[in-house]
């Protein structure tokens, strides 16, 4: 028998009684709640896992982390309980993103990760050390759905949150459209002063990028021992930075939980901001103006053209013009099988992967990407 008091307070929650008195519930819906309670138990004992041998740390040290904004998160933390409202790359944004509030003193929140996350040691280090919960993003089961936000709800009465607001991965490199289910649980919790604080995380190079890039739509759940695998084949000469950009924090009082007009719009406010603080960096801007064959200054024209682009509509640039782009970008990219340099041209050797990259900024620029191509 479950006796914690959080799955006491979801328990009593009325979304949840009503469930277990409906005829949907019934002991076989009682017996679903239950274990979804159990899977979603979680403990937090963040001030150990920087001393732990981290599975994907021989990874990790390979990326450089910055921030941005981090202030904007300081003050939040201190006037009440925060949502973190992420965009997801990689597998990589669970380890970069917390560790940059933790580098600067902010209060580690629960992660809300995908559920093939947590088998072997890492499920271990996610369910007993991070604090991470399990998140089933497909199922359609409402005794799932109903335990899920009643859960998050209550959590959210004693920690921050941090969840990936696009669900998984964007496996064709655009930022997705928003999921809402936690959004909804939050709004449905009642607590008074919470906030969304939007962040959005971005790499030079993104360590899955080929793997990634292969699928373009994601067709199936494979194991995590099988992407760490793949993960580890690609860090070979894997260097990257990231930067993790904090926004202004959206408020939670006054939105309806009960309106789903209300749930629709704040997720698309999230998402705009989300897209508005992406580090624009030159991986991106350069594979946005590559051409299947092109001259460097050709090149660095077209990367001119993008990065004005950008300023106007108030981009995060993290590159100045089309020269720095090239400069900066070419390497990496070539050195990742991406292009190769030739006699003063560059060409693409691997479109699928170019386009990727390409799309990192598409909610950015009104023509798109693909025009580029």
């Known amino acids: 028998m479950l006796r914690d008091d959080l799955t006491q307070a979801v328990l009593a929650r009325e979304d949840v009684a009503r469930y277990l008195r409906s005829d949907r519930g019934g002991a076989d819906g009682r017996e679903r709640v239950f274990a979804y309670l159990e899977e979603l138990r979680t403990t937090q004992r963040y001030p150990f896992y920087r001393a732990l041998k981290h599975p994907l740390y021989p990874i990790l040290r390979k990326i450089e982390r ?26 990589t944004d669970y380890l970069v993103e917390p560790l940059v509030l ?41 005794a799932y759905l109903i335990t899920l936000k009643a ?9 921050d949150l941090l969840f990936y607001l696009e669900g998984g991965r964007s496996y064709s490199g655009e930022l997705k459209a928003p999921k809402t289910g936690l959004l909804h649980a939050a709004l449905q919790s009642g607590l008074g002063g919470l906030t969304i604080v939007p962040m959005a995380i971005s790499y030079d190079l993104v360590l899955e990028d080929h793997i990634l890039a292969r699928q373009r739509i994601k067709r199936a759940q494979r194991p995590f021992t099988r992407e760490l695998a793949e993960m580890v084949r690609y860090a070979v000469g894997y260097r990257s930075r990231a930067f993790v950009t904090f926004g202004r924090p959206i408020p939670l009082d006054g939105w309806d939980s009960e309106a789903r007009r209300d749930v629709l719009e704040l997720g698309r406010l999230t998402r705009t901001s989300i897209g508005k603080l992406v580090k624009v960096l030159p991986t991106a801007v350069v594979s946005a103006a590559m051409r299947p064959s092109i001259a460097r200054k050709d090149l660095e024209s077209r990367c001119d053209a993008i990065i004005e682009t950008l300023r106007a ?15 900066e970008a070419a390497e990496l990219l070539e050195t990742r099988g991406i ?32 025009r580029t191509h």
């Open 339 to 370: 292009i190769v340099a030739e006699r003063g041209r560059f060409r693409v050797r691997d479109r699928n992967v170019l386009r990727y990259y390409a799309r990192t900024i598409d909610h950015l620029m009104a023509s798109g990407s693909s």
């Open 66 to 91: 910055h921030d941005e904004n981090i202030q904007v998160v300081a003050a939040a933390t201190r006037a009440g309980r925060v949502i973190y409202a992420s965009n997801h790359r990689s597998h």
């Open 102 to 142: 933790d580098d600067s003193g902010v209060r580690p929140p629960i992660i809300a990760a995908g559920i093939n996350l947590f088998g072997g040691p890492l499920g271990l280090i996610h369910k007993h050390v991070t604090g991470a919960i399990p998140i089933r993003r497909n199922t359609k089961d409402p």
């Open 151 to 159: 859960y998050v709800a209550e959590l959210l009465r004693s920690h």
């Open 313 to 327: 509509v108030g981009a995060n640039l993290g590159v100045n013009n089309g020269r720095q782009a090239v400069e």
